[in-house]
């Protein structure tokens, strides 16, 4: 048995995190110790070693949540862990090429620049102007690794 601290360890997985799967039900409440502290078998070491994978991969939880439902029934056809692994790749393609839209638009930006001073500057310039084109949106953070783009 583990403590919560050692399955941490043990997975690379910080306390809060696992404190948090167990409250949202990706892991099952451990048992106690006599001084309440939470005990680990090899299941949640294995359990949690599959989420921090998943996550990983940028499962997001729902999808991990569906993919240990599976894994909790293994006689069932894989088909729907086939889907759930579709839908993925097909979210990391669109995060992909939306990247390498902005990779595109900040080449253009750096190529551009004079080396002058800021009120000469490129960057500076397609910054301020592309809130005002036509059709500008915003990149989602998840697109840009956490960074919110507009």
């Known amino acids: 048995m583990l403590t919560i ?5 043990a997975t690379g997985t910080k306390v809060p995190t696992i404190r ?11 048992e106690r110790s006599s001084g309440n502290q ?3 078998g090899r299941a949640a070491q294995g359990r949690l070693a599959f989420i921090r994978h998943a996550r990983e ?3 997001p ?3 991990i949540r569906e993919l240990l439902s599976l894994q909790d029934r293994p006689d069932q056809p894989c088909a729907a862990a086939d889907l759930i692994a579709r839908r993925q790749l097909a979210a990391v393609e669109a995060r992909l090429a939306r990247l390498r839209s902005l990779k595109g638009e900040l080449e253009r930006m750096v190529a ?3 080396h002058g001073t800021v009120a000469d500057c490129r960057v500076i310039e397609t910054l301020a102007d592309h809130g005002l084109c036509e059709g500008a ?3 989602a953070p998840a697109a840009t690794g956490g960074v919110a783009l507009s």
């Open 5 to 9: 601290g050692k399955l941490g360890q």
């Open 20 to 30: 948090y799967y167990e409250q949202v039900g990706l892991l099952p409440r451990p």
């Open 38 to 40: 939470r005990l680990y």
């Open 57 to 59: 991969l940028g499962f």
């Open 61 to 63: 939880l729902d999808a």
């Open 112 to 114: 551009q620049c004079a």
């Open 137 to 139: 949106h915003e990149v």
